[in-house]
T-cell receptor, first 115, second 112 residues
Framework: ETGVTQTPRHLVMGMTNKKSLKCEQHLGHNAMYWYKQSAKKPLELMFVYSLEERVENNSVPSRFSPECPNSSHLFLHLHTLQPEDSALYLC??????????????FGPGTRLTVL | KNEVEQSPQNLTAQEGEFITINCSYSVGISALHWLQQHPGGGIVSLFMLSSGKKKHGRLIATINIQEKHSSLHITASHPRDSAVYICAVRSVSGGGADGLTFGKGTHLIIQP
């Protein structure tokens, strides 16, 4: 399997549930990203991990908790979400070394609905 | 804060027409992306550029760093080009991994 994969592709959850989104990249990249795309709004950066360390947290509520156990895997743990958190959650990866920047490759996204 | 503005927001054209989508941004950047998003959500990176011009098949992307402006052109447009086209920029920073700032996207429909 190649590229960036995300599971599940669709998720419906209640406000009291706890769930996790998974992202896996098979590109040998060392940076991974979570983005959120809400209806009628631009994509928004949520988190950035570089070499498994979180380097950016874009003022995201604590009900979203990222985890990067290794350079190939990225999780987004969800708990006590609100209906307004319903959105498409996209994962991306890139290969970044110091001041060198390469393009980001996106996964297919997880369509999340919070009831 | 870097603002990314795209125009037009919506564009409907006939098959074969030459398409131009514009992107303006407000601060210095290290790279600009053009992305394509089809219904269902998947995003494909079309171009990443920091200067000049790039061409891939019927797609051409240009950037003018001084004017903080980029354009995406589609020649001989086809119904399969129908998608949302998104401009995204990476601000100048200290280096390493950085998230992107996105425009709202241009919804393109090419009619047969």
């Amino acid at each position: 399997e190649t590229g960036v994969t995300q599971t599940p592709r669709h998720l419906v959850m209640g406000m009291t549930n706890k769930k996790s989104l998974k992202c896996e990249q098979h590109l040998g990249h060392n940076a991974m990203y979570w983005y959120k795309q809400s209806a009628k709004k631009p994509l928004e950066l949520m988190f950035v991990y570089s070499l498994e360390e979180r380097v950016e947290n874009n003022s995201v509520p604590s009900r979203f908790s990222p985890e990067c156990p290794n350079s190939s895997h990225l999780f987004l743990h969800l708990h006590t979400l609100q209906p307004e958190d319903s959105a498409l959650y996209l994962c991306a990866s890139s290969s970044d070394r110091g001041h060198s920047y390469n393009e980001q490759f996106f996964g297919p996204g997880t369509r999340l609905t919070v009831l | 804060k870097n603002e990314v503005e795209q125009s037009p927001q919506n564009l409907t054209a006939q098959e074969g027409e030459f398409i131009t989508i514009n992107c303006s941004y407000s601060v210095g950047i290290s790279a600009l992306h053009w992305l394509q998003q089809h219904p269902g959500g998947g995003i494909v990176s079309l171009f990443m550029l920091s200067s000049g011009k790039k061409k891939h098949g019927r797609l051409i992307a240009t950037i003018n760093i001084q004017e903080k402006h980029s354009s995406l052109h589609i020649t001989a447009s086809h119904p399969r080009d129908s998608a949302v086209y998104i401009c995204a920029v990476r601000s100048v920073s200290g280096g390493g991994a950085d998230g992107l700032t996105f425009g709202k996207g241009t919804h393109l429909i090419i009619q047969p």
